[in-house]
């Protein structure tokens, strides 16, 4: 079974630096998906970034960039130039890229809840 | 314009009473699923439906109960609630199929059982 572990329940940073969360993720498969949500206190789950297993250049969204290490099975954010909106819980997850029933079924990680210090 | 819609947004209710969260989607997605949010924030997936057909079922309780009446809907009724099913949850929608498609989530229904 696939899982999902972030060993960092917490993390602050100031503003206008920089941050980086930590992603690992346990699998047999070789072709998959990887993201990052995003959860601010309204609840809402924002798509942050994702990556295709197969591409080996690393994605990247503005301020918010990985570093997809497959051979490691890590996926780690950096946030860049923080902002004081970017304050939220983190959440890394998983999604075979060929699960046979074609469904998005995504494994989370426990979350990583970010403070932005002004 | 909400492209997943949850009602309510918050649900507080007695022990052992019957509730229903209702989601739509307008997005003309075939695949719909249902996912909770324990009190630790953990997030794990219960059911998922395509084309009202059901895909994924988790191991949840069967008080549980998801109905799919068309593909744009997808609503969880759950019997006899009990204190541990107090959560956050969360109704998505995708499109079937490997590729580039996105998950879209609705705000989600916090259910407070007391």
């Known amino acids: 079974a696939q899982t999902v572990t972030q060993s960092q329940p917490e993390m602050s940073v100031q503003e206008a630096e920089t941050v980086t969360l930590s992603c690992t993720y346990d699998?047999?498969?070789?072709?998959?998906?990887l993201f990052w949500y995003k959860q601010p206190p309204s609840r809402q789950m924002i798509l942050v970034i994702r990556q295709e297993a197969y591409k080996q250049q690393n994605a990247t969204e503005n301020r918010f960039s990985v570093n997809f290490q497959k051979a490691a099975k890590s996926f780690s954010l950096k946030i860049s130039d923080s902002q004081l909106g970017d304050a939220a819980m983190y959440f890394c997850a998983y999604r075979i890229a060929y699960s046979g029933a074609g469904s998005y079924q995504l494994t989370f990680g426990k979350g990583t809840k970010l403070s932005v210090i002004p | 314009d909400t492209a997943v819609s949850q009602t309510p947004k918050y649900l507080v209710t007695q022990m052992g009473n019957d509730k229903s969260i209702k989601c739509e989607q307008n997005l003309g997605h075939d695949t719909m699923y249902w996912y909770k949010q324990d009190s630790k924030k953990f997030l794990k997936i219960m059911f998922s439906y395509n084309n009202k057909e059901l895909i994924i079922n988790e191991t949840v309780p069967n008080r549980f109960s998801p109905k799919s009446p068309d593909k744009a809907h997808l609503n969880l009724h759950i019997n006899s609630l009990e204190l541990g099913d107090s959560a956050v949850y969360f109704c998505a929608s995708s499109l079937w199929g490997v590729g580039d498609e996105k998950l879209f989530f609705g705000s989600g229904t916090q259910l407070s059982v007391l």
């Open positions: 699998t047999s498969e070789s072709d998959y998906y």
